[in-house]
């Protein structure tokens, strides 16, 4: 019989779960990607931070044993930059040098915080920007999406199982090693009670990796959607976070240079409110995500309580993850 004539036949056979079948396409997704050789060199490089991170862990350690960072929380507390250092963290030095406990706490969180904010952040940049590219828009052009959909699958778990791909690579970049780190922080303390002083890092570890995950897949999946060309997505993904630190950095210059020096007027009046980061960093990725985990790690200042920037997360999000929906849920009604 041609092959032509079998044709299309219902499948009678056991079924796997709903709620499995978008991890079937994660899967297949990781692996394709972990079959790649720049995807293991960047996760070398990322090791490197963790590192140096976790010798700063060590460091701290001793010299909490030792009394030298009381001694130093003494000193912060004493000079003018020390004490705009800790209204700006929310930091209390005189509490710290009387209690090992919060200083030990606050050390730890800095740390974990520092290592989110910079090495971290520009490694999801970087393999978010190879990775998500090809995710969808790759799908679009050979029509793969139709061997995909021919399952049991809906558009939602479609995006979904796309989402996963990148939700591995960035736990894989952040919260893995942020998490070995505490791990190993615990071990080469002498001290037995610094689970019952840290204990609730592993939390905020979870909470600033997810802050990182949700609203970058978001963007980057909208992006592969909207073209065919990965290429296209894949520019307007770095441009994103290259024009918004330059947009954040000229306002914030600006701004600035007009209060201090008096110059501008009611321009001036205009720049100096705008010095409030709601404004400024609002325009910036970068810092906006960097404040949100800020304020997970417990590091903003007391008297701030800013939630513009998760407000702006979410709508970016639910945006994000609508434009991917909609963009697949139309080429297949095409």
């Not at 991890?23 to 997704?29: C, F, H, N, P, Y």
């Not at 002083?197 to 609203?215: G, N, S």
Request: proline fraction near 4%; glycine fraction near 8%.
């Amino acid at each position: 019989m041609p092959l032509l004539d079998i044709g299309y036949r219902g499948w009678h056979g056991e079924r796997t779960a709903r709620w499995t079948r978008s991890l079937v396409l994660a899967s297949t997704g990781i692996h394709l990607i972990w079959q790649g050789v720049w995807i293991k060199r960047v996760l070398m490089f990322a090791v490197i931070p963790c590192l140096i991170a976790g010798v700063l862990v060590a460091v701290m350690e001793q010299t909490v044993e030792q009394g030298g960072l009381a001694r130093a929380a003494q000193q912060m507390e004493k000079t003018r930059d020390g004490k705009q250092m800790g209204s700006q963290l929310g930091i209390n030095w005189g509490k710290m040098a009387k209690d090992p406990e919060q200083a030990r706490h606050y050390a730890w969180a800095f740390i974990l915080y520092s290592l989110f904010r910079y090495p971290q952040a520009f490694g999801m940049i970087v393999v978010v920007g190879l990775v998500a590219p090809r995710l969808i828009s790759y799908d679009l052009r050979s029509r793969g999406y139709l061997l995909y959909l021919s399952r049991p699958l809906t558009p939602g778990e479609y995006i979904f199982g796309k989402a996963l791909v990148l939700y591995f690579l960035l736990f894989m970049i952040s919260a893995l090693p942020a998490l070995m780190i505490y791990i190993t922080g615990l071990v080469l303390t002498p001290d037995s009670t610094a689970f019952f002083q840290t204990w609730d890092l592993p939390l905020r570890i979870l909470l600033a990796t997810t802050v990182l995950m949700i609203p970058t897949t978001a963007v980057a999946l909208a992006f592969s959607s909207v073209t065919q060309e990965s290429r296209f997505a894949g520019f307007a993904w770095f441009a994103l976070w290259v024009l918004g630190a330059v947009v954040y950095r000229v306002l914030w210059f600006a701004s600035n240079f007009n209060v201090q020096t008096g110059r501008g007027g009611r321009r001036g009046e205009v720049f100096e409110g705008m010095q409030n980061w709601s404004v400024l960093k609002l325009f910036s990725p970068y810092e906006t995500l960097g404040y949100m985990q800020q304020q997970v790690f417990g590091l903003t200042s007391s008297e701030e309580n800013v939630w513009s920037p998760w407000v702006v997360a979410l709508i970016v999000s639910v945006l994000g993850y609508g434009v991917a929906y909609w963009r697949v849920s139309r080429v297949l009604k095409a």
